[in-house]
Nanobody, 127 residues
Framework: QVQLVESGGGLVQAGGSLRLSCAAS????????MGWFRQAPGKEREFVAA????????FYTDSVKDRFIIGRENAENTAYLQMNILKPEDTAVYYC????????????????????WGQGTQVTVSS
């Protein structure tokens, strides 16, 4: 079992930055692909970014490419999402997720690939 807890959400003006953290416990995340998803009010949960297990390949949805950076700090058993140049359309609840042994793009973009999820953290971007 892996427990995930997100932090770092909040209210920020358009153009600003936030760094979301995902603290894992129960098992080391070294062997887990880590993903970030988001869900805006009235919308489906959508893929944002992912990083393969062993910290190799990264994947992003087109709308956040060149603005967001996903990373992992295996020694601290955490993953993060650095969000820059935030836009009002980035407003959503952001969820961290873990998938054992995940590494491929198509796999990591699917929510049903992930067995473990955090409770979410709210990000609100004002215009």
């Amino acid at each position: 079992q892996v427990q995930l807890v997100e932090s770092g959400g909040g209210l920020v003006q358009a153009g600003g930055s936030l760094r979301l953290s995902c603290a894992a416990s129960g098992r080391t995340i070294y062997y887990y692909g880590m993903g970030w998803f988001r869900q805006a009010p009235g919308k489906e949960r959508e893929f944002v970014a992912a990083i393969a297990y062993r910290g190799g390949d990264t994947f992003y949805t087109d709308s956040v490419k060149d603005r967001f950076i996903i990373g992992r700090e295996n020694a601290e058993n955490t993953a993060y999402l650095q969000m820059n140049i935030l836009k009002p359309e980035d407003t959503a609840v952001y969820y961290c997720a873990a998938s054992y042994g995940a590494s491929g793009s198509s796999t990591m973009r699917r929510a049903d690939s992930y067995a473990y999820w955090g409770q979410g953290t709210q990000v609100t971007v004002s215009s």
